[in-house]
Protein backbone atom coordinates (compact mmCIF):
# COMPACT_ATOMS: atom_id res chain seq x y z
CA UNK A 1 0.00 0.00 0.00
CA UNK A 2 1.20 3.24 -0.67
CA UNK A 3 1.59 6.08 1.70
CA UNK A 4 -0.95 8.12 -0.61
CA UNK A 5 -3.92 5.50 0.88
CA UNK A 6 -2.82 5.06 4.34
CA UNK A 7 -2.84 8.48 5.76
CA UNK A 8 -6.40 9.15 4.77
CA UNK A 9 -7.58 5.15 5.52
CA UNK A 10 -5.99 6.35 9.12
CA UNK A 11 -7.73 9.43 9.50
CA UNK A 12 -11.02 8.28 8.81
CA UNK A 13 -10.66 4.88 10.78
CA UNK A 14 -9.93 7.29 13.54
CA UNK A 15 -12.29 9.76 13.18
CA UNK A 16 -15.33 6.98 12.91
CA UNK A 17 -13.54 5.03 16.18
CA UNK A 18 -14.45 8.63 18.16
CA UNK A 19 -17.55 9.14 16.54
CA UNK A 20 -18.65 6.13 17.79
CA UNK A 21 -21.65 7.15 20.27
CA UNK A 22 -20.69 4.02 22.60
CA UNK A 23 -17.18 1.52 23.24
CA UNK A 24 -13.46 2.42 22.11
CA UNK A 25 -15.56 5.77 20.79
CA UNK A 26 -16.45 7.28 24.46
CA UNK A 27 -13.04 6.24 25.46
CA UNK A 28 -11.19 7.95 22.89
CA UNK A 29 -13.51 11.13 23.15
CA UNK A 30 -13.09 11.17 27.21
CA UNK A 31 -9.25 11.29 25.94
CA UNK A 32 -9.96 13.96 23.22
CA UNK A 33 -11.70 16.24 25.86
CA UNK A 34 -9.15 15.92 28.56
CA UNK A 35 -6.22 16.89 26.28
CA UNK A 36 -8.51 19.46 24.32
CA UNK A 37 -9.71 21.01 27.25
CA UNK A 38 -7.21 20.60 30.38
CA UNK A 39 -3.64 19.99 28.31
CA UNK A 40 -3.83 23.00 25.57
CA UNK A 41 -5.30 25.38 27.98
CA UNK A 42 -2.33 24.15 30.69
CA UNK A 43 0.02 25.31 28.35
CA UNK A 44 -1.26 28.27 27.36
CA UNK A 45 -1.46 29.40 30.40
CA UNK A 46 1.70 28.51 31.63
CA UNK A 47 2.95 30.40 28.53
CA UNK A 48 1.23 33.00 29.29
CA UNK A 49 2.35 33.31 32.71
CA UNK A 50 6.14 33.25 31.78
CA UNK A 51 6.23 35.54 29.13
CA UNK A 52 8.17 38.59 29.78
CA UNK A 53 6.39 40.29 30.82
CA UNK A 54 3.70 38.71 31.85
CA UNK A 55 0.97 38.57 29.07
CA UNK A 56 -2.24 40.11 31.28
CA UNK A 57 -4.55 39.57 28.81
CA UNK A 58 -3.62 35.94 28.22
CA UNK A 59 -3.86 35.47 31.29
CA UNK A 60 -7.44 36.79 31.95
CA UNK A 61 -8.52 34.86 29.30
CA UNK A 62 -7.30 31.73 30.35
CA UNK A 63 -8.55 32.23 34.05
CA UNK A 64 -12.23 33.14 32.53
CA UNK A 65 -11.94 29.60 30.88
CA UNK A 66 -11.02 27.74 33.56
CA UNK A 67 -13.73 29.25 35.92
CA UNK A 68 -15.95 28.38 33.03
CA UNK A 69 -14.76 24.43 32.73
CA UNK A 70 -14.33 24.29 36.29
CA UNK A 71 -18.20 24.71 36.62
CA UNK A 72 -18.72 22.98 33.42
CA UNK A 73 -17.06 20.24 35.10
CA UNK A 74 -19.04 20.54 38.42
CA UNK A 75 -22.25 20.52 36.61
CA UNK A 76 -21.26 17.53 34.66
CA UNK A 77 -19.87 15.29 37.36
CA UNK A 78 -23.58 14.34 38.73
CA UNK A 79 -25.05 13.63 35.60
CA UNK A 80 -22.39 11.56 34.33
CA UNK A 81 -24.02 8.08 34.72
CA UNK A 82 -26.72 9.52 32.59
CA UNK A 83 -24.35 11.27 30.00
CA UNK A 84 -22.48 7.89 29.36
CA UNK A 85 -25.58 7.11 27.04
CA UNK A 86 -25.70 10.41 25.30
CA UNK A 87 -24.87 9.57 21.58
CA UNK A 88 -21.51 12.07 20.94
CA UNK A 89 -21.60 13.46 24.04
CA UNK A 90 -17.77 13.25 23.70
CA UNK A 91 -17.49 14.66 20.24
CA UNK A 92 -20.03 17.91 21.08
CA UNK A 93 -18.39 18.54 24.30
CA UNK A 94 -14.75 18.65 22.63
CA UNK A 95 -16.78 21.34 19.82
CA UNK A 96 -18.09 23.23 22.66
CA UNK A 97 -14.18 23.40 24.45
CA UNK A 98 -12.62 24.56 21.09
CA UNK A 99 -15.43 27.32 21.37
CA UNK A 100 -14.89 28.25 24.70
CA UNK A 101 -11.33 28.35 23.87
CA UNK A 102 -11.30 30.11 20.39
CA UNK A 103 -9.85 33.62 19.90
CA UNK A 104 -12.70 34.02 16.67
CA UNK A 105 -15.43 33.41 19.04
CA UNK A 106 -14.60 34.05 22.63
CA UNK A 107 -17.23 31.47 23.97
CA UNK A 108 -15.63 31.42 27.49
CA UNK A 109 -15.53 35.38 27.88
CA UNK A 110 -19.02 35.44 26.62
CA UNK A 111 -20.30 33.17 28.98
CA UNK A 112 -18.98 35.12 31.59
CA UNK A 113 -20.14 38.19 30.83
CA UNK A 114 -23.62 37.37 29.87
CA UNK A 115 -24.17 34.82 32.36
CA UNK A 116 -22.00 33.99 35.33
CA UNK A 117 -21.17 37.76 35.90
CA UNK A 118 -24.81 38.59 36.65
CA UNK A 119 -25.04 35.52 38.54
CA UNK A 120 -22.22 36.10 40.37
CA UNK A 121 -23.48 40.01 41.28
CA UNK A 122 -26.75 38.48 42.92
CA UNK A 123 -25.25 35.96 44.74
CA UNK A 124 -21.58 36.25 45.54
CA UNK A 125 -23.33 38.05 49.22
CA UNK A 126 -24.93 34.58 50.09
CA UNK A 127 -21.92 32.44 48.62
CA UNK A 128 -19.41 34.53 50.62
CA UNK A 129 -21.60 34.26 53.85
CA UNK A 130 -21.54 30.58 53.40
CA UNK A 131 -17.67 30.01 52.35
CA UNK A 132 -16.89 31.97 55.76
CA UNK A 133 -19.04 29.81 58.18
CA UNK A 134 -17.73 27.13 56.44
CA UNK A 135 -14.29 28.44 57.30
CA UNK A 136 -15.29 29.04 60.33
CA UNK A 137 -16.20 25.41 61.10
CA UNK A 138 -13.02 24.05 59.61
CA UNK A 139 -10.96 26.10 62.36
CA UNK A 140 -12.92 24.40 65.26
CA UNK A 141 -9.84 23.65 67.92
CA UNK A 142 -9.85 19.57 67.38
CA UNK A 143 -9.80 19.95 63.41
CA UNK A 144 -6.91 22.19 63.86
CA UNK A 145 -5.18 19.13 65.90
CA UNK A 146 -5.73 17.14 63.64
CA UNK A 147 -4.10 19.37 60.17
CA UNK A 148 -0.83 19.83 62.99
CA UNK A 149 -0.79 16.21 63.57
CA UNK A 150 -0.64 15.75 59.58
CA UNK A 151 1.57 18.20 58.86
CA UNK A 152 4.12 17.07 61.87
CA UNK A 153 3.25 13.63 60.22
CA UNK A 154 4.24 14.51 56.07
CA UNK A 155 7.40 16.68 57.74
CA UNK A 156 8.84 13.27 59.13
CA UNK A 157 7.60 10.88 56.08
CA UNK A 158 10.49 11.45 52.88
CA UNK A 159 7.46 11.18 50.74
CA UNK A 160 5.50 13.36 51.86
CA UNK A 161 7.85 15.57 52.93
CA UNK A 162 8.29 17.46 50.11
CA UNK A 163 4.13 18.56 50.34
CA UNK A 164 5.27 20.72 53.72
CA UNK A 165 8.88 22.28 52.40
CA UNK A 166 8.40 25.88 51.62
CA UNK A 167 9.39 28.15 48.80
CA UNK A 168 13.40 27.58 49.61
CA UNK A 169 13.03 23.63 49.79
CA UNK A 170 12.74 23.50 53.40
CA UNK A 171 10.42 21.70 55.67
CA UNK A 172 8.37 24.95 57.39
CA UNK A 173 6.20 25.70 60.02
CA UNK A 174 2.50 25.32 59.45
CA UNK A 175 0.69 28.49 59.03
CA UNK A 176 -2.10 28.34 62.10
CA UNK A 177 -4.52 29.94 59.43
CA UNK A 178 -3.96 27.77 56.90
CA UNK A 179 -7.67 28.42 55.69
CA UNK A 180 -8.38 32.11 55.81
CA UNK A 181 -11.51 34.27 54.87
CA UNK A 182 -9.54 37.54 55.86
CA UNK A 183 -12.17 38.14 58.84
CA UNK A 184 -9.55 36.43 61.87
CA UNK A 185 -6.65 36.48 63.05
CA UNK A 186 -3.81 34.14 61.82
CA UNK A 187 -2.82 33.82 65.32
CA UNK A 188 -6.31 33.20 66.56
CA UNK A 189 -7.82 31.06 63.52
CA UNK A 190 -10.34 29.48 66.28
CA UNK A 191 -11.87 32.58 67.27
CA UNK A 192 -14.84 33.87 65.77
CA UNK A 193 -15.45 37.64 65.29
Known amino acids: MSAALIGPAAASLGLQ ?69 VPYFHAVKVVLLVWLQSSSYEGAQRLYREGLRP ?32 HVFCSKTPVLEWFVRGPNGRPQQRRPAFLTDGRSSPDEPWRRR
Do not use: H
Open 119 to 150: WLATWQPSIDDFLASLLRALRRPELLLVAEGL
Open 17 to 85: ILLQPYGAGRQLGRAACTCVGLVYPAYRSLEAVEAQPPNQQAINKWLIYFSVYGLMTAAERPLDSLLQW
